[in-house]
């Protein structure tokens, strides 16, 4: 299809925004997970921090009431409670300095179905909770890496095709 010039500017500028979104979602969702995982490191041993919730916390799957199962078995739950903070700050830093994204989107993928599963898709107040963490955050951070990583593919694919490569 053969665009006129009068469509063009606006096709341009168009992309340009899109790619401005995306840059800025990619760096946000980075320094978050770098963020975090800082967090947990600083409040790994502390009453109720990360190294007690992934070592005692049942899994709430779905939500919504179920009380869930687990806790997970030590052999599972202690690599992950040493390893994860770890992984959030490398996967945040090469998301915000554009290095491997369609990979370390991956990665960040799986974490944060892993959160999902740990604290259920709905919480137990419901869609609307009254000041408690569920589950919209985790799945719009979940699209969010999911549409940073499909676009990291579309412009690495574009790349080879016209031999950039």
Known sequence: MILDTHT???LRSEQRLFRQSVTTMRFLLGLFFVLSGIANYLYFNAPGG???TVTQLKLKLWGWGFEGIGPL???IALPYAYLLPLTEMIVGVSFMINR???WTGIVMMLMLF?????FGLIGPDGLIPNNQGNWDKNVFMLIGAWICAAYDHYLVARREKSGEL
Request: aromatic letters at 24%; a neutral charge; glycine letters at 6%.
């Open 8 to 10: 063009q500017p606006g």
């Open 50 to 52: 990360f190294f007690e």
């Open 73 to 75: 078995p030590l052999i």
């Open 100 to 102: 491997f994204v369609r």
């Open 114 to 118: 892993s959160f999902i599963i740990a």
